[in-house]
């Protein structure tokens, strides 16, 4: 583009594809008249140019293109950047939401104000599906919810090599919800709630615009840094003067990107206003006041209300007298929606607009801004060149201060002429929000320092010097605006500081992340809770730095994610918790990991967590061992003696611990881990003597657990045994196995030797054929006497073996591991230790019970036998007094011998 052509929006904002008023102005004509053929063509277009060449900028408002090959990407591009409508806020009280406080933005958000013929998001789709979320009781977090998984796909559909495409899908999903929700408000009569989410939204929209703005020139700028430095090259051009100072600071280059970043958001506010503006004048300037005087002229009589005799542009100020009332209030009209155009960086359309008013010499007060350059002093090509440019700009910068300061002209007038000169104090009195203040600082910011460029080069106009002193000398920065905001005398200004983003937008201009983490770190110790759309942003926030590799503060970087997380879970956002715990630091990865599938309680999901932590990268052996461990180590409960009361049914919290270990057995990998963790948990219940809470566990674990562990050692081409934790693993899986098989033999028996068949009583005096019955009975009591004492037999056999597979268990005893070349476990090994001392003596106290009761008081007696032996030492593990009551027992058995008439050992009498 050629500077001539240029007009005071810079690309961000000039580009057509830029936002969606420009859009909607391609598919109707614009009402205003094209400038005469005096002006200077004005381009809208803003073509990729190469880097460091032709950067055009000016002192009033630079056309400023960041250092990066594609321009028009540098904000959001055609059909991303929102439709903001325009949104009052609260002058008393900030909107820092939350998912519980809606109710200060019930007069926050209005309707949109664009005609609905010709907006894409009112169509038939849009409509049915805002029809289906007003039968929601929230619409407006149900038609954002789905922005969680969104960013996810986003987030892992683009490498760390396209963060800035990253970027720009954000602010497309940001945007086609607040465009649904905008339908929704309309529909729902200006739900409180929607509204408010709808705000949220359209600020995280502006704030990933300015993120990616201010980071593609930042990032850019480190690329340049190490390949090439920037040389000033003399000039005796403005234009060249104030280019090169764009090209080399990258200040005052980020400032102009503040402001096109602020008048790309009120250009969207804007829309099309000005196409409906209607004026009484048209192309005829003060028209009443002209009749006026016309039919003064022709009666010749006065008038009750001086008006001005002459119609000039300074006739009212120099005559100090009015013009008719309807042109005073058309004026004022015009004067503020041209200063709106100007906010918003359509100069060239509020130059169409006062033209179209009859007011071209206002439209002509516009044009002063351009930096001269005449093309022909450098120029070897002999035919001449237009020159572009202003080249008494110097003479019209100080006219535009002083009618600023005019205080008899209209405020908004000043402030027009104030933004053109970088008159700080009348723009700041008609800016009445943030953005608004923050706009006007920024504006004034580049100002001054093209300004001062210019000076130092020589270029200045002698003008310059009837400016004021504090214009010349101001040294504003980046920091300073900021400060001056928070000392703003305006309340709602104030206020609006508070806000979370504009707190985030604050910190990302300033590049200061360590302050913008110290705030995230306060917001999330608050007490109040951070809306989950803002949590959500500050986490993909920090992604997207430490995508750039900035330096950040870990901890804060772990919190917030890790409160995303939370929410996450919360949500029951299940299929989202993986990714984003994958970017926390290991260890605290799985443990955040094990917390949230605790709470996953429905089986049918739990193969989906894991498949999604494995495809995160997380490490999947560790976090399922985590979660078994946490739970079953929750129960603090000791050891306890078997002798004590204890209530052995199966509780929740039992099942809990029987269910946890399902999430060992989705993978035959981690088919030792499931031992060794049931084994674990099974040795808890059988010290509570919760047999059948044990028996579950163990029916959990597959039957082709022991073969699959060692073909997967034997699978990794190891010839020696499986390590000794593994083998000592299987060994106390089989003591478990062993003592449940005896304790249900036991139980088999005990219910079978209490239900013995009763003996049918005489009747007193039968008769025949009652007797006849009797023996009937008889024998069938006799025939069900002897099939139960038959199975009693079975049963008295087979729990003695089993008994005795625990008493006299092979290789070393019970409960004692064969290989002790392995790390030492101590509370596995004083739980192993205490359930010997606990579980084999109840085991013998019951075997002699079953013996006695069977009558078979020799081979009681044989159990002391094996209990005293030094092979066996199973004497060890009983207590004096539960050796006093078992001899006390034997004593029974020897009696009942002596009655038989044998010794005390069974054995016959010698004559």
Not at 96 to 123: A, H, K, Q, R, V
Not at 797 to 815: A, Q
């Amino acid at each position: 583009m050629e500077w001539g052509q240029s007009d005071l929006l810079s690309p961000v904002v000039r580009d057509d594809d830029v936002t969606i008023a420009a859009r909607r102005r391609r598919k109707s004509a614009v009402a205003f008249p094209s400038l005469g053929s005096g002006s200077p063509a004005v381009s809208t277009v803003t073509p990729a140019r190469p880097m460091m060449r032709n950067t055009p900028a000016s002192l009033f408002r630079q056309a400023v293109t960041p250092r990066v090959p594609d321009v028009s990407s540098i904000m959001a591009t055609g059909g991303r950047t929102p439709r903001y409508t325009h949104t009052p806020r609260n002058a008393g009280g900030s909107l820092n939401l939350d998912d519980s406080d809606w109710t200060m933005t019930s007069n926050m958000y209005t309707s949109p104000i664009m005609p609905m013929e010709n907006t894409s998001f009112f169509g038939d789709d849009i409509a049915n599906l805002s029809s289906a979320l007003l039968k929601e009781d929230d619409p407006g977090d149900a038609a954002a919810a789905s922005l969680f998984p969104e960013f996810l796909g986003s987030f892992l559909k683009h490498s760390s090599s396209a963060v800035f495409e990253l970027l720009e899908d954000y602010q497309t999903l940001c945007q086609e919800k607040v465009n649904m929700l905008q339908h929704v408000v309309l529909r729902a009569g200006q739900n409180s709630k929607t509204a408010g989410v709808c705000w949220l939204l359209q600020q995280e929209n502006c704030s990933w615009r300015l993120i990616t703005s201010l980071y593609r020139d930042r990032v850019q700028l480190a690329m340049e840094d190490d390949i090439m430095t920037d040389i000033a090259i003399p000039s005796e051009s403005e234009k060249i003067v104030v280019e090169q100072l764009f090209q080399r600071d990258a200040i005052i280059r980020q400032s102009q990107l503040v402001v096109d970043w602020l008048e790309s958001i009120a250009r969207d506010q804007v829309g099309v206003f000005s196409d409906n503006i209607e004026y009484y004048a048209k192309n005829v300037c003060w028209e009443n006041t002209l009749h006026a005087l016309k039919l003064r002229r022709k009666s010749s009589a006065g008038f009750s209300v001086p008006l001005v005799t002459e119609l000039d542009p300074d006739a009212p100020l120099r005559q100090q007298r009015p013009l008719a009332d309807l042109d005073r209030e058309d004026d004022a009209r015009l004067l503020k929606n041209l200063f709106t155009l100007i906010r918003a960086g359509m100069t060239e359309e509020a130059q169409r607009l006062c033209k179209r008013c009859g007011q071209a010499w206002r439209a002509a007060t516009l044009e002063g801004w351009k930096l001269y350059h005449d093309p022909n002093m450098t120029s070897v090509s002999r035919e001449l060149q237009p020159v572009e440019g202003n080249p008494q700009r110097g003479i019209w910068k100080a006219c535009c201060w002083r009618m600023a300061e005019e205080e008899q002209l209209n405020r908004y007038e000043r402030a027009i002429y104030a933004s053109l000169s970088g008159n700080l104090k009348p723009l700041l009195a008609v800016c009445e929000s943030w953005e608004d203040c923050v706009w006007a600082y920024f504006r004034v910011t580049v100002d001054s320092l093209v300004e001062k460029d210019l000076m130092s080069s020589g270029m200045a106009h002698q003008e310059v010097e009837t400016l004021p002193r504090e214009y010349l000398e101001a040294n504003w920065t980046m920091e300073k605006v900021f400060e001056e905001l928070q000392a703003s005398e305006s309340k709602r200004v104030l206020e609006e500081t508070k806000e979370h983003y504009h707190i985030i937008q604050k910190f990302v201009i300033l590049g200061d992340l360590d302050g913008l983490l110290e705030e995230f770190s306060d917001w999330l110790a608050a007490s109040k809770p951070l809306p989950s759309h803002l949590l959500r942003f500050m986490s993909h926030l920090l992604l997207f730095f430490r995508s750039l590799g900035l330096a950040l503060k870990e901890e804060v970087c772990v919190d917030v994610l890790k409160a995303y997380v939370s929410l996450l879970i919360r949500d029951q956002q299940t299929d989202l918790v993986a990714s984003y715990v994958s970017q926390l630091p290991a260890e605290l990865a799985t443990a955040q990991y094990a917390t949230f599938l605790e709470t996953v309680n429905q089986p049918e999901l739990r193969p989906r967590c894991l498949q999604l932590a494995t495809d995160a990268g997380l490490d999947v052996a560790a976090i399922t061992k985590l979660v078994v461990e946490t739970v079953r180590e929750r129960d603090d409960t000791e050891f306890t003696h078997h002798s004590q009361t204890l209530e052995t049914g199966t509780t929740k919290d039992d099942q809990r611990k029987i269910d946890i270990i399902d999430w060992l057995l989705f993978d035959p990998a981690h088919r030792a881990e499931a031992l060794k963790q049931s084994n674990a948990i099974m040795r808890k219940f059988l010290a509570l003597q919760k047999h059948d809470a044990a028996k579950a566990v163990f029916s959990k674990v597959p039957e082709d657990s022991m073969k699959e562990i060692y073909c997967q050692w034997a699978g990794v081409g190891q010839t020696a045994p499986p390590p000794a934790e593994d083998e000592n693993s299987i060994r106390e899986h089989l003591c478990i196995r062993a003592y449940l098989e005896a304790h249900e033999a036991f139980t088999d028996w005990f219910s079978h030797s209490s239900s013995a068949p009763q003996k049918p009583a005489p009747a007193p005096e039968a008769k025949f054929t009652e007797r006849v019955a009797n023996e009937m009975r008889e024998k069938e009591y006799q025939t069900s006497l002897s099939s139960w004492s038959c199975r009693l037999d079975v049963l008295t056999e087979d729990v003695k073996e089993r008994i005795y597979n625990v008493l006299l268990f092979v290789d070393g005893g019970w409960m004692v591991d064969n290989r002790q070349d392995t790390e030492p476990d101590s509370e596995r090994s004083h739980q192993m230790a205490a359930l010997r001392s606990l579980c084999l003596p109840r085991l013998s106290f019951l075997l002699l019970s079953v013996l006695q009761n069977s009558s078979r008081h020799q081979e009681a007696l044989r159990l002391a036998d094996i209990i005293s032996s030094d092979q066996h030492r199973l004497y060890q593990v009983f207590s004096k007094e539960e050796l006093r009551r078992f001899l006390q027992k034997l004593r029974e058995s020897s009696l009942a011998l002596l009655d038989r008439g044998l010794d005390p050992l069974g054995y016959e009498l010698q004559p």
